[in-house]
């Protein structure tokens, strides 16, 4: 197993700097997803890993290893690309005995790896056919199967998975999970801009934005417990729901106070205790939302449904906020109607207006 440590890191392009003083770390078998909106370093933290890129300050550690300024075949890292950049003219076999062979690797040795790959990946019987007479999903399952047969412990995922339509992404995303529980002693990072990928793939996410790691934690954490704004509304679809307002305290507690809506936060766990008055948003994910004829406390006038087969999803207005209400599949509702809706106060979560951190 290999572990990997990011060191204070700078990447520029000429006066631009990219990621600027990042750190993180990477447990020895662990299933790592950067994740975040185009732009946001994930591509680039990872080719800097992976070698592709230089760094202009702070060290990369690969299995104990100082691997800062090493050639990438010398990083001890398996890569998979968005793009399969397979060779045309090889068979699969050839497109996954090619680097071994320049690596001088010997035959028996080329024969048992590949053997290995082939199976774990399922493309036993595609030995002998071209990338032109493969499927996407196929050809990104060689791509996979030319970084195993490296035998190495680093794996790297560029968003592998975006060329794909949708079907296949789902089937390659839950042969990816299976292939890192084969391989237990294996250590994968893995960029996507895709939320789907993150929560269902890693061990933790690290949410990036504007080349800062806003928060490193597991999928529940990060999806319940988002640490800022930008987390919040990025992980989540439909996006989290978000309402301006104030905190009040009384005697009785806090309450979350908007111009039409006034919501109890018995039970909230603060990270600090905030002043009364404190501007804020109260963000709530639209299944924290649930439909209360009788004693639903906040009036919402139905804009648009859409049927979503297992679910359906309302959007509504609610005190001059659009709002989307995850509800179940059989579920009546009539543009215009009005709902009595309250939320699940468990569920609730607070963010400073000002910073936008997490209250």
Same mark, same amino acid.
């Given at each position: ?50 070698? %592709? ?40 076999? =050839? ?25 774990? %990946? ?53 042969? %990816? ?31 990036? @934005? ?13 999806? @319940? ?10 992980? =989540? ?7 301006? =307002? ?92 009005? %709902?009595?809706?309250?939320? @699940? ?15």
């Amino acid at each position: 197993m290999a572990s990997v440590s990011i060191n204070n890191i700078d990447v520029a392009f000429g006066p631009l700097k990219v990621i600027e003083n990042l750190n993180l770390e990477v447990d020895e078998g662990e299933f790592i997803v950067l994740l975040g909106p185009s732009g946001c370093g994930k591509s680039t933290l990872l080719n800097s890993i992976a070698g %592709l890129l230089d760094i202009a300050a702070g060290e990369i550690w690969i299995d104990g290893k100082n691997v800062t300024w090493e050639e990438p075949k010398d990083r001890g890292i398996g890569m998979v690309f968005q793009s399969y950049a397979l060779y045309p003219r090889m068979t699969v076999e =050839g497109n996954l005995s090619f680097g071994l062979k320049m690596a001088k690797v010997p035959k028996p040795e080329i024969a048992k790896r590949i053997k290995a790959a082939s199976e774990l %990946l399922h493309i036993d019987e595609l030995m002998h056919r071209r990338p032109v007479e493969l499927s996407g999903g196929q050809r990104q399952r060689v791509a996979i199967g030319r970084a195993l047969v490296r035998d190495v412990n680093v794996f790297l995922f560029d968003e592998p998975l975006s060329n794909l339509d949708a079907a296949l992404r789902t089937e390659l995303r839950v042969e %990816l999970k299976r292939l890192h529980g084969e391989l237990g002693d294996s250590t994968m990072i893995y960029v996507t801009h895709d939320q789907v990928e993150a929560l269902t793939l890693a061990d933790r996410i690290a949410v990036m @934005h504007g080349g800062i790691i806003q928060q490193l934690a597991s999928p529940r954490t990060i999806y @319940h417990t988002p640490a800022n704004r930008f987390v919040a509304g990025f992980v =989540g679809s439909p996006r989290m729901n978000f309402i301006s =307002g104030h905190i009040e305290t009384e005697a009785g507690g806090h309450m979350f106070v908007s111009e039409q809506i006034t919501q109890p936060l018995n039970g909230y766990e603060f990270a600090q205790t905030p002043a009364s008055g404190t501007a804020a948003e109260l963000g709530v994910r639209p299944e924290h939302i649930r439909i209360d004829p009788d004693n639903g406390p906040h009036a919402a006038t139905v804009d648009i449904v859409e049927p979503m087969g297992a679910e359906t999803l309302v959007w509504c207005e609610l005190a001059g906020n659009t709002i989307g209400v995850r509800l179940d599949g059989d579920a009546d509702v009539q543009p215009q109607e009005t %709902l009595k809706v309250a939320f @699940h106060g468990d569920r609730l979560n607070l963010f400073d207006m000002q910073t936008g951190n997490r209250l």
